[in-house]
């Protein structure tokens, strides 16, 4: 009788890939640590993922693409003085809880180097999206589309930066100034009531 698959390993696997990727980056990811860390064997890493390694890290790096878009749509839709802290909470949160050991799986794929293109690919068109959804935002605040944009890639670039940094020290320092210039930042580039 044929073993049908399981779409819950799958997901564990999944799972505990981006994980993986969090904390050792791309690079840093194996097969074995993957099957340690999942419990699974190799035989199952093959059979959910028949393209090896390389097919299990781009999967796990769309799946975490795909969670956080749907959060930063969400954010992107609230006034900016409250997305952007809670975009940087959550991964001040993310940070702590992991013990300063896991920052964001897409930095993580962006830094995967040359010999990772496909992951470092996914980083950038995941970055430019969350970058066209902040610049919505700020768009809709009454910010020039220019000025949003400029404003956008700023903030993307330096909370995933105060995350590093954050790493780095251990400690959630970084993230709270970063939330709290950005909003500074935005709050000076909205525009004022015309002169009379």
Known sequence: MAR???????????????????????????????VKASGGSRGSLYHYFPGGRAEMVEDAVRSAIDEYAAGIEYLASLPAAEAIPLMVEFWRAEAEASDYTAGCPIAAAALGGASEPVPRQLAGEAFADWIDALTRMLV??????????????LAIAAIEGAVILGLAQRSSSPMEVVADQLVALVDAARPGPAAS
């Open 4 to 34: 049908t698959a399981n779409p819950e390993n799958r997901d564990r696997i999944v799972r505990t890939t981006r994980d993986l990727i969090r904390r050792n980056g791309v690079p840093g990811t194996t097969m074995l640590d993957v």
């Open 140 to 153: 809709n605040e009454g910010i020039p589309a220019e000025r949003a944009h400029a404003l956008g890639t």
